[in-house]
Every structure is written in C-alpha cells, then in structure tokens.
DNA sequence: GTCTATAGCTTGATAGAC
DNA sequence: GTCTATCAAGCTATAGAC
C-alpha cells in the first residue's frame, strides 16, 4: 500500500500507483491487478472510473501535461518578443525540471513515463502530439522571432534535439550515474539546469542564428 | 510473412520478426506467438534457439550492437587526439546515422529498440550499460583530450544529451514530421546529419571549453 | 531442428449483488 | 461506488514424438 495515497479518493489512488508502475514497465509491462494491488483497491475499479486500461494510462499522462502546460505556457507569457534563446529554453523545461526535482516521485514517475511514449513510434500522435503540439507550437513561434533568419527546418530540428535530450534527462534511467562512476547523479535536478540550458541555447544559436 | 527473410535461417527470421515487433510495442507488448507467426515457424523455437522471450530480446539488440560498436570504435581509433569535437560526435553518431538509413528496415526497427531501452530505468545496466559502455567511455576519454580544462561532469552530462537526441532522433518516432506539417523528415537522415552534428558540437563547446 | 499438444498461469473486462 | 465471481482469451515455457 502507497503511504502517500492511503486518504486519497479512489481515482487518485489509481491514478497514484498506475503512474508508478507504468513509470518502471510500460504500458504493457503492467496489469491491472499490479495496479489495484498496489492501490488497495478492487480489480473492478479501474474500468468503472477510467473506462478501460487505455484509458486510464491516457488519464495518467493527462492529469498532470495540463498543469505542465499551464506552467510551460504561462513561463513563455511572461517573456516579451526580444527575449533571449536562454530565457526561452529555461521557459519551455524550467517547469518540468522544477516538478521533477521538487515534485516528489509522483512527478519523477510521469516523467519516466513521458520519456517512454516520447520514445516510441506507437504513442506519437495518440498522446504526445495530443497533450503537447499546442506548447511546442507556441516555443517555436517564439524561436522564430528571437532568430528571425533562420530557416524553418532548423528551428523544427534544434526543438527536437532539445526534445530528446530532455525526455531522457528527466526520464533519471540512472545510465549517468552509473557510466561516470557516481560522478553525476540523475536525481540532482540543480546539477542538471546548471548545464542543459547553456548547452542547448548553444546549439539553437548554432543552427538558428544563420551564420554557419 | 516477411518477405526479406523468406529464405533466412530460423533463428534469423526469429530474430528480424521479433527485432519489427519489438520496435512497433516493446518489450512487453509482442507475445512469442506474435512474433512466430510474423516469422513462420512453430510457437516453441524462439525458446529453443534462444532460451527464452527475454533470451531472444537480448539476441536482438546484441546483433546488430556489436556491428555498431566495431565502426564507432574504428571511427573514433581513426582520429589524431587533436580531432575537433564535430569529427568524434561525427566518428560516435556517423555509423549508426547511416546504418539507419542505408541499412533497410531491420536497422530502423534497431533503432527504435534502442530508443527505448535508453530511455527506460529498466533496462540500463542488464542492457544499455553492458552493450554501450565500451564505446561510450573511449568517446568521452578523446573529449577530455580534446578540452583538456573541462569538468568531469560536463563532459558526462554534454554525453548525456547527446544521447538522448541521438536515440530520440533515430527511432524516428514521426513526432516532428507531424510537429512540422510535414516541412521535415525524420526519415530523411541526410537532412538531419547537416544539422545534428553542430547543434551537439556547439553545445559541447559551450559547456565543456572552459569560457563560460 | 522441428512440430504438436498442453500445462499452468495471467490477462482485460464485465455481470450482478449490495 | 464498491465487491465478488467469473469468462474467454491470451501468455511463456516445456515434454515428447518425429
């Protein structure tokens, strides 16, 4: 039983443990018993709230993009057009670095997952291109105004690199740690936003300012 | 069935089947009697040949990784310890870039493989760690060569996001040609080559240089 | 090396009582 | 909204004939 989820309503409890466990194996990798037992609930339940397995994945991912979005949107808001690549990059994964770090495991968890749907060809225009084009979108505008001589397939790439090297930042596989020896850790968060910004405004600034 | 393996070996046709499957729904999504029928051959012969499903699994990223890891290293041994960061990121991404590309379908389905045991916590040290290690720290001791000054951990972390938008990218999950309007292509990997080795090369620079 | 048959278990989903 | 009971289908793995 989930020591964080023993007073939440059924839904959340679902939600709560289905996230965790999806986080570790995948979509597939988990049944709905693992998720009932380990919400303390009955096997019925997931189908009575969320309708089905899919659709309790989907809600999974949905129950927190809303607030990212909110927070990624509101971020790029703030900014007037002759903002810097840097302040743009810190808008766009600020706040998904910030829940991960301070979120606590629920937040660690959905980013686990988001690295995996972010990763696979199955998972693309179901839920990825449904929960986060708007935002992209909206980043990607923006890029265009800060580099207005770049060219459109430039910007479109550097925000996927950008893209891959987050998910999978986020995602803390540990493959970091253990390749350097403990030398970096995946969970420090404050470690990370030291030098994913620079090294990402740098290669924006690469391809987008025009001058190869 | 499969018309590349028509006349293949059974533990080749085994291994191509399962190799498309895996990519399409991972691990946990594609039964053995999936993969037996794609293949042609009875249910009991991946066990046979293999041991068992994860057995299998194994055998399909290890084919095609160890190909990989011999070109990387020849590419990297290749190059004088004065070689600029953009021909070691050229000498790491180069071969996998072009095996996806010129390799046929097999090589794709490889990649996104890739793409998802890197991204998953589950499988980094069974998997990623075993296969990858290797060339993953000849890579990051030419580096520090090459920035003498640099920081232990920028040195791993400027690794670390270039692994993620190198698996991203080459699972070609189909994320950005649906982003874009079909203005880029995830499977046009010329046009990615172009832009992928500065956007990385620039951000390396950046961050492992020194000059902040 | 291949094929048949099957053991033993788990899966998602639901019907019906409360 | 919850719980029990269950269904039909699927799963990995293997034993034994050829």
């Known amino acids: 039983m989930n020591k964080k989820t023993d007073k939440a309503s059924t839904p959340q409890r679902i939600l709560d443990s289905a996230e965790a466990l ?26 009575y709230h969320f309708g089905s397995k899919l659709g309790l994945f989907r809600a999974v991912i949905q129950r927190r993009s809303v607030i990212l ?15 810097e690549i840097e302040d743009l990059i810190e808008a766009f994964i600020g706040p998904f670095l910030r829940r991960s770090l301070f979120g606590g495991e ?5 980013a686990r997952v988001v690295a995996q749907i ?8 179901e839920i990825m291109s449904a929960e986060f084009d708007p935002v992209a979108i909206e980043f990607i505008r923006r890029v ?41 850790h995946g969970s ?17 600034c690469r391809l987008c300012k025009g001058s190869t």
């Open 22 to 47: 999806f986080a570790e194996s995948g979509y597939d990798g988990v049944s709905l018993r693992m998720i009932t037992k380990l919400a303390g609930v009955e096997l019925a339940l997931p189908n």
């Open 69 to 83: 979005n909110n927070e990624r949107m509101e971020a790029l808001n703030a900014l007037s057009d002759r903002a």
């Open 106 to 110: 629920g937040w660690r968890d959905y």
């Open 118 to 125: 972010a990763n696979s060809p199955r998972w693309t225009s």
């Open 144 to 184: 265009r105004v800060r580099f207005p001589v770049a060219k459109t397939e430039d910007v479109y790439w550097s925000f996927h690199f950008l893209l891959g090297a987050m998910t999978m930042t986020f995602a803390q596989t540990g493959r970091i740690d253990l390749l350097s020896g403990d030398t970096c």
């Open 188 to 204: 420090d968060l404050s470690e990370i936003h030291l030098r994913m910004v620079p090294f990402l405004s740098a290669g924006f």
